[in-house]
């Protein structure tokens, strides 16, 4: 038997739409993530780019359980002595509801060049409306839990 490596001229990318309503942030993480690293298809190489390009509509509607709607911070570093800022949950949801899921699923991503390029085919909409028509994407459901 030989392991089996996909070329890049082999690789067929499917567009999927995922609605985030009413779904918890970091199962909804997983399932995109896995999604965009092409680990869901038979032909998955862990070293390249198999992956489907993702379209998340209603960020805004993303919830979180617990109290981390409460105590969730998120933080930057501007890079200048003193420079850590930390913005709240409820600030980012309001602000910048794309955001919230951009963070969760870069950090289930690869950290090095692949997961950059895999994060580019990442596209997320605060409201129900996205460009994305003419590419016929098909609605991914998310695994209910269990």
């Not at 919230?100 to 991503?109: D, H, P, Q």
């Not at 895999?118 to 605060?126: C, D, F, G, N, Q």
Request: proline share 8%; no cysteine.
């Amino acid at each position: 038997m030989k392991t089996y490596s996909q070329k890049a001229s082999e690789i067929q990318r499917g567009w999927y739409v995922v609605d985030a309503t009413g779904q918890v942030l970091g199962r909804l993480a997983t399932q995109i993530a896995t999604l965009l690293r092409g680990k869901h298809k038979p032909t998955y190489t862990p070293s390249s780019d198999g992956g489907d390009f993702v379209v998340v509509v209603n960020a805004e509607k993303v919830r979180v359980t617990g109290r981390k709607a409460e105590q969730k911070i998120y933080y930057r570093h501007t890079g200048y002595p003193g420079g850590l800022r930390a913005t709240p949950y409820k600030r980012m949801l309001a602000k910048h509801p794309d955001r919230i899921i951009r963070f969760a699923v870069k950090g289930m991503l690869p950290k090095n060049r692949l997961g950059r390029r895999l994060m580019t085919k990442l596209r997320i909409y605060a409201g129900p409306q996205h460009p994305h028509a003419a590419q016929q994407p098909q609605v991914y459901v998310p695994r209910p839990r269990g």
